[in-house]
């Protein structure tokens, strides 16, 4: 489990740098040396000091979160419990899965206060497929907050801080920390869009109204997963640099990158946006495959890249299996003929940290080749052992607990195949 708050850790510092929080991000570098080198209380204490000045609530109340796993690996039970009681009592932290998977707090967990802790914490997500919750008051806000921004471009930061992101669901608070980063950057995103944006407002509000067609890739993975957990879906507006991803609050979508249609105006858009920007059509595709994040926890910790691809990839191949199509049917169209050359470019970084080069690189997406290609390379592993396995649903389980990724490609025999 230390290897895993280290990691997030490294996140939550990449967010304040957005926030431009010196004193935050230089205290939580400091608590990152102190971490590696197992100087859990110091760690925990600097933590403590960045939670005390972090603005930002749902970063606030994740820095409490780490202090606390930092004060219990250095077994002050008493430090640890009063970030808990802040970050869950206070601050709304519900990552329940997290807790109950941190080893650090092995000795806390059988204390009245412990349990009385968690008691707070009511899980977001529902084991009943058709229970699953739509939400999309961001996307109101953020036309509410637009149209205050024609009136007044001067003031465009201020509105849009207040009216639509402080305004915002917790959902809206983590896509904004982890894909928006600074409100002056998406600001200037929108400045350069306008067209775009003001061509697909009526198709924003419609995603609500695919409640029952989101419901049915649900209930299939029900089926095909009984232990699948469903939480809400959010949608929000973003920048277009990311379609979806998935906190403890739910599934969010950026309803802004799936709303390409005859009326779009694409005049203003760059090579990658125009390719990757999808159809509302195809939004309940991108859904399932944000469903199949959310039900990877049980996955092994990994760098590489392999990794990375399995963990899309399967997103994009279960995500077919339940709704009846992949989110990125395009790299497989461009993929056809091309099979054993991308396998073959593939295996030279697979055991790398080399995610960069086929996953989120946008920037090098050409005309000829487009980006995310460890998404195909990820589908195919995951096809090859699903196809060859005589239990479909324990394939499925398998999957979405992969501790061994190098085991799991072996036994999914996808390299005799392209032999």
Excluded at 20 to 47: E, I
Excluded at 128 to 147: G, H, M, Q, S
Aim: glycine share 4%; hydrophobic share 40%; proline share 2%.
């Amino acid at each position: 489990m230390q290897q895993k708050v280290l990691l997030g850790l490294i996140l939550i510092i990449t967010y304040n740098i957005s926030f431009s929080q010196t004193a935050v991000d230089s205290l939580l570098k400091l608590g990152n040396t102190f971490y590696k080198k197992s100087d859990y209380a110091n760690a925990a204490q600097a933590w403590e000091k960045a939670a005390q000045l972090t603005e930002n609530k749902l970063a606030r109340n994740t820095n409490y979160s780490y202090a606390a796993s930092a004060y219990a690996s250095a077994k002050d039970s008493t430090n640890s419990f009063k970030c808990l009681d802040i970050a869950i009592t206070q601050l709304g932290f519900n990552d329940l899965p997290s807790l109950k998977n941190d080893d650090s707090y092995l000795f806390m967990k059988e204390s009245s206060r412990w349990k009385k802790l968690l008691g707070y914490i009511k899980p977001t997500y529902t084991t009943n497929p058709k229970a699953v919750k739509v939400i999309d008051i961001d996307v109101i806000n953020f036309w509410k907050a637009y149209d205050l921004v024609q009136k007044s471009p001067a003031m465009a930061e201020k509105i849009y801080t207040e009216n639509y992101i402080n305004n915002g669901t917790m959902a809206l608070q983590f896509y904004y920390l982890n894909k928006i980063a600074t409100v002056t950057n998406f600001v200037y995103i929108h400045s350069l869009k306008k067209k775009y944006y003001s061509s697909i407002r009526a198709n924003t509000f419609k995603a609500s109204q695919l409640k029952l067609v989101f419901q049915k890739s649900f209930v299939n993975l029900k089926k095909i997963y009984p232990d699948a957990i469903f939480p809400p879906v959010y949608f929000v507006i973003g920048k277009l640099n990311s379609a979806g991803t998935v906190s403890s609050d739910g599934l969010i979508l950026a309803i802004d990158q799936a709303c390409m249609s005859p009326i779009a105006d694409t005049s203003e858009l760059n090579t990658w946006e125009k390719h990757n920007i999808s159809t509302f059509k195809n939004l309940p595709y991108t859904v399932a495959h944000e469903l199949i994040h959310y039900e990877q926890d049980g996955m092994a910790s990994d760098t590489t890249l392999l990794a990375a691809a399995l963990k899309e990839g399967m997103a994009d191949f279960i995500g077919e299996l339940i709704s009846g199509k992949s989110a990125n049917e395009r790299l497989l169209t461009f993929a056809k003929g091309k099979e054993k050359f991308i396998w073959t470019d593939f295996k030279k970084e697979m055991y790398l940290d080399r995610a960069y080069n086929w996953i989120a690189n946008s920037e090098q997406e050409t005309d000829d080749k487009p980006a995310d290609l460890g998404y195909w390379v990820g589908y195919q592993i995951c096809k090859a052992y699903y196809e060859q396995a005589t239990n479909k649903k324990k394939a499925i389980y398998e999957m979405l607990h992969i501790q061994d990724y190098k085991k799991f490609l072996e036994q999914s025999k996808l390299d005799e195949k392209f032999k």
